[in-house]
């Protein structure tokens, strides 16, 4: 139990702070309450099966996590996924697909991968989350405004749908849907009442409404998936087979990526609103324990919410005591108030995701960075979120990172160059006299940066363009950080043209791993180990010497070719 100790240590287990994290899971729970079934109604689930997972997860996380905040749960960011796998696969489809994730995320966590998820660029994190937001907010028009059953499997295809059918919305329907979207607005702007939870605010206020008026044609959580039941799941173990497991790899990766992200940004925010530090590693072993659990007890994908969470932390909430009262809190609306839910309408629920869907889609950030952020980024940004809208949200992440990834290449290539060194700046780094005149048949060239795949021809063309006068090139390498297979292969090329040129070549001051490499792929012997230096200064003495050695032997050839002439 990590999390626990960890608030051991820290000391927030004693008894002064029961109070406020009991109070802050309290209002945890009342806030997660409706989120929890308006995800799981439009992941395509159940909304009991959202309580569930609000309930398993949000225990397992807070007992096994790496932040001691955190407050798991189903989410925004998984309805695009998780309805795309029921739609494809079933619910006993996602369900494996869920555990299979939850092993993957296990995995990472014990392989002490939870600093590479960090990697993904924030512009790419930025397009498939606005993405999501409009995503979700096209996807609740139907139950907003009453709309017939969505047809078409693209999102081009579902919005084209919608749009033919809004003049035929029901009005009751709608009414409803924008008087919840007011008190959703309006509810936090009150100060007497901007301690309430809105989304609760409005799903009781609606709830009621629509009980004394009891419009037919609204449709109610009763009337479209039955009452909820009034117990806890039940354990039960999933039919697994091997085809199951290769047809669902590619979603449970996709669960688990996507966890894994989101759960690691909701520890970040955590850490900035707290001070403390979470373990990234221990954090995926807990949403691994997590999301092997919930769909065992009849749950769905989970991660850590950034809202919840930071709901957590501004009412006091300071250790998983306040994680576990939020799941204590939703067992007891299960076994007391479950009878009740069943009069819910679901545009109160479609309502509360179109605020889910605006704050996920930071169109104010968005804003922002239209301004501020290179265009590099920019485009990236832009892809990611097209294809996250118009294609799949595994291909946008997938090719974000790739497009980021060639980004930062191409820059990190750009900032790889090859210098000469000549005049006074070399009879400073040689400690010669500036009256002292250098030879000019050597040349003096240092590398900076990298030197790999993406830096070879840039490199390359600077060594192997040294005019014909210059007899010999002392590459320096004291710049150089690391070296690749791919640069260490081109190099070697270009030394062999140079000495078929007869140009001799020297490397100096080459760093202890880059040393290793080199004498690793064998380019000691290629260059000979007389012309590999630790300093520039013993690197050309050297040079210099074989030079003159090498001019002596000429002149002695050509002297004995005169005496040899009739």
């Given at each position: 139990m990590i999390a626990l100790l960890e608030a051991g240590r820290a000391g927030f287990l004693g008894r002064k702070y029961w109070l406020n994290n009991v109070l802050a899971g309290l209002v945890v729970g009342v806030v997660a309450l409706p989120l929890a079934m308006a995800f799981a109604i439009a992941?395509?689930?159940?909304?009991?099966?959202?309580?569930?997972?609000?309930?398993?997860?949000?225990?397992?996380?807070?007992?096994?996590?790496?932040?001691?905040?955190?407050?798991?749960?189903?989410?925004?960011?998984?309805?695009?996924?998780?309805?795309?796998?029921?739609?494809?696969?079933?619910?006993?489809?996602?369900?494996?697909?869920?555990?299979?994730?939850?092993?993957?995320?296990?995995?990472?966590?014990?392989?002490?991968?939870?600093?590479?998820?960090?990697?993904?660029?924030?512009?790419?994190?930025?397009?498939?989350?606005?993405?999501?937001?409009?995503?979700?907010?096209v996807g609740q028009w139907r139950d907003f405004f009453g709309l017939p059953a969505v047809q078409g499997q693209h999102f081009h295809e579902k919005l084209w749908f919608l749009l033919h059918n809004l003049p035929s919305l029901d009005w009751a329907t709608t009414l409803l849907g924008m008087l919840s979207l007011a008190i959703l607005i309006v509810v936090p702007k009150i100060p007497s009442l901007a301690r309430l939870p809105g989304p609760l605010v409005a799903l009781v206020f609606i709830t009621?409404?629509?009980?004394?008026?009891?419009?037919?044609?609204?449709?109610?959580?009763?009337?479209?998936?039955?009452?909820?039941?009034?117990?806890?799941?039940?354990?039960?173990?999933?039919?697994?087979?091997?085809?199951?497991?290769?047809?669902?790899?590619?979603?449970?990766?996709?669960?688990?990526?996507?966890?894994?992200?989101?759960?690691?940004?909701?520890?970040?925010?955590?850490?900035?609103?707290?001070?403390?530090?979470?373990?990234?590693?221990?954090?995926?072993?807990?949403?691994?324990?997590?999301?092997v659990l919930s769909p065992l007890f009849g749950g769905i994908a989970a991660t850590g919410a950034i809202a919840r969470t930071a709901t957590n932390i501004r009412n006091g909430g300071n250790s998983p005591i306040a994680g576990v009262v939020h799941a204590i809190f939703l067992v007891l609306v299960l076994l007391l108030l479950a009878p009740l839910a069943a009069y819910i309408p679901l545009t109160v629920l479609a309502a509360i995701l179109f605020m889910v869907a605006w704050n996920m889609s930071q169109a104010k950030l968005l804003l922002r960075l239209q301004r501020r952020m290179p265009r590099a980024d920019l485009f990236i940004l832009w892809v990611t979120f097209a294809l996250t809208v118009?294609?799949?949200?595994?291909?946008?992440?997938?090719?974000?990172?790739?497009?980021?990834?060639?980004?930062?290449?191409?820059?990190?290539?750009?900032?790889?160059?090859?210098?000469?060194?000549?005049?006074?700046?070399?009879?400073?780094?040689?400690?010669?006299?500036?009256?002292?005149?250098?030879?000019?048949?050597?040349?003096?060239?240092?590398?900076?940066?990298?030197?790999?795949?993406?830096?070879?021809?840039?490199?390359?063309?600077?060594?192997?363009?040294?005019?014909?006068?210059?007899?010999?090139?002392?590459?320096?390498?004291?710049?150089?950080?690391?070296?690749?297979?791919?640069?260490?292969?081109?190099?070697?090329?270009?030394?062999?043209?140079?000495?078929?040129?007869?140009?001799?070549?020297?490397?100096?001051?080459?760093?202890?791993?880059?040393?290793?490499?080199?004498?690793?792929?064998?380019?000691?012997?290629?260059?000979?180990?007389?012309?590999?230096?630790?300093?520039?200064?013993?690197?050309?003495?050297?040079?210099s010497a074989t030079l003159d050695h090498r001019s002596g032997q000429d002149n002695g050839a050509a002297s004995l070719d005169v005496q040899a002439a009739p």
């Open positions: 992941s395509g689930v159940k909304p009991e099966q959202g309580l569930y997972t609000a309930i398993v997860a949000g225990l397992a996380v807070s007992l096994f996590g790496g932040s001691r905040v955190q407050i798991a749960g189903p989410t925004g960011a998984f309805i695009v996924i998780l309805s795309g796998v029921v739609a494809q696969h079933g619910v006993a489809g996602l369900q494996i697909a869920t555990l299979m994730a939850g092993v993957i995320l296990l995995l990472l966590g014990l392989l002490r991968l939870g600093a590479v998820i960090r990697f993904i660029p924030d512009p790419v994190i930025v397009g498939f989350t606005a993405g999501i937001g409009v995503i979700i907010w009621l409404l629509q009980a004394v008026l009891r419009f037919e044609s609204v449709a109610t959580i009763g009337s479209s998936f039955g009452a909820l039941p009034s117990g806890l799941p039940a354990f039960q173990w999933p039919q697994i087979t091997l085809t199951r497991v290769v047809e669902l790899i590619g979603p449970a990766f996709a669960i688990a990526m996507l966890g894994a992200i989101e759960s690691l940004l909701s520890a970040v925010v955590a850490d900035s609103m707290t001070g403390s530090r979470h373990d990234s590693n221990q954090e995926l072993v807990g949403q691994g324990i997590a999301n118009f294609a799949d949200l595994v291909v946008a992440v997938n090719i974000g990172v790739i497009l980021a990834m060639l980004y930062v290449l191409k820059r990190t290539s750009d900032g790889v160059q090859v210098r000469a060194l000549e005049g006074r700046r070399l009879q400073r780094a040689l400690d010669v006299s500036f009256s002292q005149e250098l030879r000019q048949d050597i040349s003096v060239l240092t590398l900076e940066g990298p030197y790999f795949f993406a830096s070879v021809e840039a490199v390359n063309r600077a060594l192997l363009s040294v005019p014909d006068p210059i007899r010999a090139v002392v590459v320096r390498l004291n710049y150089v950080p690391f070296v690749d297979a791919t640069a260490m292969q081109a190099l070697e090329s270009a030394l062999t043209e140079l000495e078929q040129r007869n140009v001799m070549v020297a490397l100096c001051e080459a760093n202890e791993k880059v040393t290793r490499k080199l004498i690793r792929m064998g380019l000691f012997k290629q260059i000979h180990a007389q012309r590999v230096f630790d300093s520039l200064q013993t690197a050309w003495d050297s040079v």
